[in-house]
T-cell receptor, first 116, second 116 residues
Framework: DTEVTQTPKHLVMGMTNKKSLKCEQH?????MYWYKQKAKKPPELMFVYSYEKLSINESVPSRFSPECPNSSLLNLHLHALQPEDSALYLC???????????????FGPGTRLTVL | AQKITQTQPGMFVQEKEAVTLDCTYD???????LFWYKQPSSGEMIFLIY??????QNATEGRYSLNFQKARKSANLVISASQLGDSAMYFCAMRESNTGFQKLVFGTGTRLLVSP
């Protein structure tokens, strides 16, 4: 199984809503990532989890709250978002081996988020 | 800081022809890695090919090859025998850390359109 799944595929939410994005992989990867991608732009890294611990937070606003309940699951909790947070949110996973391997990231199909 | 530059916003190629997508990079690290990803309109990022800074041979994966010129700091992607399904956005990316997980910096991308 070389697949990263993301749910939901599409999400429309108001600025006062609380919602969550879910990402799952069963490749035994121990590194998981959240990216934000605006239209016609490259993905921007938001968070990295390594062995279920938050390793990188790229100064993301606190209205985005990541969670890694286990090695296969990654969530992104959303609260009080702004219209400018509308984007494609991509999840990825990779091996976490320091040397001798390039550890390519496998991406999910993304969640298209619209904030009204 | 590391930087990736893709100077071609869009490229056109006829089916069965070869096409080269340009990528230059800037880094002061001796050890680094370069990736190419394909993003169809569906949104998922698909890993194509990897080149390590110490690799002496240019990487190849099927119809994809990487023209790696270390002194020029370029890592151009060559797609041979283009197919209609190759129409997509292509991103060049650099690994920014030597940790097990991969912090990737992406270029701005090149949109490739393959015509019949």
């Amino acid at each position: 199984d070389t697949e990263v799944t993301q749910t939901p595929k599409h999400l429309v939410m108001g600025m006062t809503n609380k919602k969550s994005l879910k990402c799952e992989q069963h490749m035994g990867h121990r590194a998981m990532y959240w990216y934000k991608q605006k239209a016609k732009k490259p993905p921007e890294l938001m968070f990295v989890y390594s062995y279920e611990k938050l390793s990188i937070n790229e100064s993301v606003p606190s209205r985005f709250s990541p969670e890694c309940p286990n090695s296969s699951l990654l969530n992104l909790h959303l609260h009080a978002l702004q219209p400018e947070d509308s984007a494609l949110y991509l999840c990825a996973s990779s091996q976490d081996r320091a040397s001798g391997s390039y550890n390519e990231q496998f991406f999910g199909p993304g969640t298209r988020l619209t904030v009204l | 800081a590391q930087k990736i530059t893709q100077t071609q916003p869009g490229m056109f190629v006829q089916e069965k022809e070869a096409v080269t997508l340009d990528c230059t990079y800037d880094t002061s690290d001796q050890s680094y890695g370069l990736f190419w990803y394909k993003q169809p309109s569906s949104g998922e990022m698909i890993f194509l090919i990897y080149q390590g800074s110490y690799d002496e041979q240019n990487a190849t994966e099927g119809r994809y090859s990487l023209n790696f010129q270390k002194a020029r700091k370029s890592a151009n992607l060559v797609i041979s025998a283009s197919q209609l399904g190759d129409s997509a956005m292509y991103f060049c990316a650099m690994r920014e850390s030597n940790t097990g997980f991969q912090k990737l910096v992406f270029g701005t991308g090149t949109r490739l359109l393959v015509s019949p």
